[in-house]
């Protein structure tokens, strides 16, 4: 016989209506999430994944987490992709370490991504199911949920803002992205990405 804790079924309700009022309080609508199968182990892996993902806002959205991902694991291959995930107009040319391809993150990105040091969690934070109460322990496969609002633009201008959901902060985080000539999606400004969010219980 299964036995349910009135206490827990309260707090779950409560739950679930704070973040179905979260989402009408900031006028958001959600987007198809993007599923992430599994994680690339190097570049070539990285790169086939952009293929398909980057066909559409979202999945350029969803490939830049998994590069905050990567580079909380694998500071080389974290930056690789962190590098590939960006309008190829905002990189300059380089010959840095941190350089990929002979291209790097311009100088304001490459501080951004200074900041991923600071902050730990971000590594997954971004994931459907991490939140600081399980110490940003995401669900598997890897989810990223992303929302547009009234204000995020249209897709068929070529650039759009999408928030990027997540537990560990007051509001969800916007993202810009833009299409390129190759017909790819990338990214255009995410600053507040990488701003730190509630420490983990």
Known sequence: MLCFSPMKNIAYVVSILSFSFGLSAQNLTPRPGVILSSVPANMQEFSALQSQLSKTPEGAVGLLVLAIHLYGKDQTLGNQALVSSVLIKNRQKSNKPTAYQGEDLGNGDRFLVSQLEKYKMLANAYFKGAEPANSYTPIQPLTVETYTNPYSGEES????????????????????????????WRVKEFSSLCVGMAPPK
């Open 157 to 184: 201008s070529g650039t759009i803002k999408l928030f990027v959901g997540n537990k560990g902060a007051s509001s969800f985080r916007p993202v810009t992205v833009s299409k390129e000539s190759d017909g790819a």
